[in-house]
């Protein structure tokens, strides 16, 4: 049963806007009704929710979660520290031990400093390029967090004065003229270019690398966003997977399997800048012990175990299945795992190439009704076996044949036994969360 999800869920309404602390962990993402709206349980690569239903998880509170739920080394380290205390006055030597695991295997790494969230360090790294430089404009591309600097020239600007998102000028991947056209509109003025080394699209053309020789020629800062990348595609992240190294670097998912710990590592002198007496970096919770164990033993495991191997092993097994499931029964126009095993997103269009919400939704209906907690994003884990990608692929299976019947007999609304994603609250795309 989903009573109790269906119960709190309604009592978040009253209370939570957006019903989840963040829109992309929240009801619309799923299919109402069906889905459950909270979990409270986690081992390994399962979930369970309130009501006690087991799911092989692969959002894996999209991307946090790299080893899997509770995994001992963690929980043991997270132990210990509780008992000796979580907040002190002055730096716990925790902070000198993750320093340098970051520094011994992130290639652009000389110096780090620690946040909570994503959104502390992107925004750290885009005022330290600033105050570095001298200059104002920040060329960007792909998702950096909800600060304003980051969201003031989209189309979630409300709340965000016009002047801060004049500041950032907007670039595609994979087109270089659009990186270019930045640099012309504003001789002597980009302070950095703040990017994703790669989304799920694969690079062309050595965009990764043109993009580092654009911020040579122009003195810009280049700022790798790794918060998803980073130890997924490589202990060292994407610079190191595809072998570009940046001046400054932002971590966060993966670091600390969970725990809220945040870096950016970089140049030396680039990341002295914030001892400058005029730029200014502080928080309440950094440097929290717990957290600080909490990666410590996180980067530990990953640097000693073949954590990313496993991942890609594991992913591509998947990914690979799914697409070849999509083919043989005929939907491979449909629907398609587009991205790179460690992240890959199951993507749903219908026959003009539109996204096809409801087909998604009775994929993900039939997957959660079996303990598939499918929402299209895969974010493999260390703790995902065999076992759990030959049942997820067995329902799949089962999911991408009532789709293939459903388009056929064109009633996918009949067969939907709750609301489709997105529904009757707000959905947005995005990757916030
Ligand atoms: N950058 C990337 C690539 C992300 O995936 C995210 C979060 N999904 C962020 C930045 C923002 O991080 P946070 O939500 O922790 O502030």
Redesign the pocket.
Known sequence: SLDRSNRLLQQAQNMIPECSQTNSKGPTQWVQGVAPTHLERGKGSHVWDVDGNEYVDYPMA??PIILGHNYPAVTNAVEQQLRDGTMFSMPHPLQLAVAEQLIDVVPCAEMVRFGK???DV?TLAAKLARAYTGREIIATQ?????PDVWMGQTSLDRGIPDVVGDLTESFEYNDIESLEQIFTAHPGDVAAIVT?PVNLAEPEDDFVQRMREIADREGAVLIF?E??TGFRFAVGGAQEYFGVTPDVACF??GMANGFPI?AVAGRRDVMQTIEADDVFYSMTYAGDALSLAAANACLSVIREENVTDHIFEQGQTLQRGYNDLAAAYGLDHRTECVGYPPRFSAQFSDETGKPDRLAKSLFMQECLERGVLFSGNHLLSYSHTDSDIDHTLDVYETAMETVADAIDADDIDDRLDGEPIGATLRQRTG???
């Open positions: 999209l991307g969230n994503g959104s992107t792909g998702y950096h967090g909800w994703t966003d918060i998803l966060a998912k945040s990757e916030d969360g």
